[in-house]
């Protein structure tokens, strides 16, 4: 499903990601994991499409097709969908309207009608049972004045919304208590299948007993510096991130 | 060349919803002097709303001035989306305790066009209020100017005066001058004032985008969203509609749904 080959990227002539290589097959759940300012933010926002960020090498395919050329919404329409680990606040638009016009959006790209609003209103009201999120919300302002932990849930509602083919779910995790991490893993959990995969990213070991990963990546100034299954998330709860980079070098 | 000269005198405890509108008919250079006074008695409530949606050829001044005895409350609303030139003076008198005066705008304009707002708030008399919150959206050679001023009288105690001016840049090209004139005499007043002049978020863009919305959208919906508080009180809903519905039209896109 996605492709990326000795992925390079630049911001502002700085080098964040030195040769990322990942691939990731329908069906499967990767977890990134790194230290603080090691590039993960990054490789997200390159796979969608952020222009700030320049590729300076390497390619990024998915579904065999190269993403480079494509816009961030055109990206979206194919399917990847990127939880954002600080959400944007946007005053003036409620969260029910930034989704209709989001799921319009898609429909749109697919040669598709506006969704009849009653759909609307039961999908919108369905996925937010899900996760559980009091319907006041809806009529808010998108992500204005949400806690850290609502912010987070609102992302997951809105990949509920668009089911996605690729998820990535950049740090998630941070900022939920205890039971809004089980109800956000729960979603994510629901709209798992064959088809689609997800990419989380995650400093803590916790979230991947819920949503448990085939393969554990960790991320090192810039690069994917070792690869392994849950097990390898345990050792590096346990054992920090240096033994990995010591290995690196040796 | 048009003069028209407008007498509103809304009396004690009534009220009045007003809106008003230049349209020239044919692309002839049309100028207009308008001169409007109202005179709000006791508690009356005046809704005024100005649509500025003329012709590249017209160009309209707009000398609008409004008297408010006690406990009155008066609303003007003034959208600005056409025309070559626009000025609006527009002074409220303030002569009676405890009247209300909202004066709220929101301009959209772009190629060559032209508006000005000169507001002035004259607070004579104590326990008064008065907000300003103008919006404008530039883009090309379009040229903005807010000039707001702000008069409390020594006599004029706890006065509540609030004003901001909130702009967004489309192009290099494009200017606001925004200029706020306090000017106060009394000393147990709260006055403030705000000016921001900025581009659109490149992270909100993107925050958009990645959910599927195209740039033009996206940037639509950000500039609605920009515009929006001004809209919310706008008490008429077919006023509200249309001027939803122009919006639209001048940021090019069918949102097809209502903010
Ligand atoms: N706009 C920018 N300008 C300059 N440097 C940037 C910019 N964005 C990111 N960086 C730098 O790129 C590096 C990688 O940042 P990134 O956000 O990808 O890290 P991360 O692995 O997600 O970290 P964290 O775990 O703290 O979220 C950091 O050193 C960061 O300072
Ligand atoms: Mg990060």
Redo the contacts with the bound molecule.
Sequence with gaps: MLKIKNLQAN??D?E?LKGINLEINPGEVHAIM??????????SSVIAGKE?YTMTGGEIMFEGEDLSELDPEERAHKGIFLSF?YPIEIPGVSVTNFMKASINAHRKAQGLEDMPAKDMLKMIRDKSELLEIDRKFLSRSLNQGFSGGEKKRNEIFQMAMLNPKLAIL??TDSGLDIDALKVVANGVNKLRSEDNAVLL?T?YQRLLDYIVPDFVHV?VDGKIVKSGTKELAYELEERGYDWVKQEKSV | MVQPRNLIVVGENSQVQIIERHQSLTDHPVFTNSVTEVFAEKRAIVDYYKIQNDRDSASLIDNTFVEQKEESYCFLHTFSFGGKLTRNNLNFYQKGERSESTLKGITIIEGKQHVDHNTLVHHTSPNCESHQDYKGIFADNSVGVFNGRVMVDKEAQKINAFQSNNNILMDDKATINSKPQLEIFADDVKCSHGCTIGQLDEESLFYLRSRGIPLKEARALLMYAFANNVMESVKIPEIKKRITHQIALKLGVNLGYDL
């Excluded at chain 1, 790194?34 to 490789?43: D, H, R, W």
Aim: glycine share 14%.
């Design positions: 911001i502002e700085k964040i790194g230290p603080n300012g090691s590039g993960k933010s990054t490789l700030e680990q950049d740090e990213i400093h991320m």
